[in-house]
């Protein structure tokens, strides 16, 4: 792990536009956007980071033909965000055996994002223990009025270790 985050992009920030940026072993997000308004992030590269992307209480963002591949926790992840649009995206084979629950998107505490023609392939968790989920797409706890159409998600797993629970998704639905 090279560096903590590949970028940052600070809170009060607008309309950003990232184009073809490869962020690769960090040791937390290979993007982060916190407090961003309306932008784009497009032809990322997103690889062997704990999270590919991260935004964090953002709104009317636009991601588009990034791929988010071998991460530890999650390619896409988007908490306490709204009304952001993820097209074309590919989260491939995320996950890692140490990580309780990992997904390939996910997103939690916001409401009106659209996933939208993405693939999640490969999404997994190994670890042993309490119950772990590893999945494709995942909305949880206060998640509203998001949308998930024309995806593909396959290839999930998990391993039954002693005393665990696993359970691998196409999409996961965690109510609050």
């Known amino acids: 792990r090279n560096n903590t985050r590949g970028i940052t992009v600070g809170n009060g920030t607008r309309k950003i536009t990232l184009r073809s940026i490869t962020a690769q072993n960090n040791s937390i997000q290979g993007i982060l956007l916190n407090g961003t308004t309306s932008g784009s992030i497009s032809s990322c590269d997103l690889s062997q980071n704990t999270t590919g992307l991260e935004v964090n209480n953002s709104s009317k963002l636009v991601v588009d033909s990034c791929v988010a591949s071998a991460n530890i926790q999650a390619g896409f992840s988007f908490i306490t965000s709204a009304t ?3 097209i074309n995206c590919k989260a491939l084979q995320n996950g890692t055996t140490s990580i309780v629950n990992s997904y390939g998107f996910v997103s939690q505490n916001g409401s009106g994002n659209i996933f939208n023609a993405c693939v999640a392939d490969a999404t997994q ?3 042993g223990g309490a119950s772990f989920v590893a999945a494709g797409f995942g909305l949880l706890d206060t998640e509203r009025c998001s949308k998930i159409m024309e995806c593909l998600s396959s290839n999930n ?20």
């Open 84 to 86: 952001n649009t993820i």
């Open 125 to 127: 968790t190994t670890t």
């Open 157 to 176: 797993f998990t391993s039954n270790t002693a005393g665990s629970v696993s359970s691998p998704y196409g999409i996961y639905l965690q109510p609050n």
